[in-house]
């Protein structure tokens, strides 16, 4: 049985090998269009001096999870809670209420907490 498996292996690496210096490059595939930070308004620092930048808004899968979460604990308006991470097993909402405060959440697997 090792003989066989042995013999399998380097046929498959010399192949492997082999195509590898051999043709064209397929055509890739566009990459995707970043969301970069967008800045504020000049002069806008943190305490430390650090720009602040505002981030783009963006809809998640438990958008609407966290919002119903929101309004149980009395924050509504604004456009909602948007997406704060990259989408994922874990994502971070955060939802402006329209008395000032915010409310943010971390969801797992759409089992989401207020954080």
Do not use: W
């Not at 066989?4 to 397929?26: D, E, I, T, Y």
């Not at 948007?82 to 971070?92: I, K, M, Q, R, S």
């Amino acid at each position: 049985m090792k003989p066989l498996f042995a013999a399998m292996l380097v046929g498959s690496v010399v192949l492997g090998g082999c195509s590898a210096f051999h043709g064209k490059p397929g055509p890739q595939a566009p990459d995707a269009p970043e969301l970069a930070p967008t800045p504020t308004p000049a002069g806008l620092s943190d305490a430390g001096g650090a720009p602040i930048e505002k981030v783009p808004f963006r809809i998640g899968v438990s958008s609407a999870t966290v919002e119903r979460m929101a309004r149980e604990q009395g924050c509504s308006g604004g456009k909602g809670a948007g997406l704060l991470t990259e989408p994922g097993p874990a994502e971070v909402y955060r939802m402006q209420c329209d008395n000032g405060k915010v409310f943010m959440a971390r969801c797992e697997l759409r089992q989401c907490k207020r954080m």
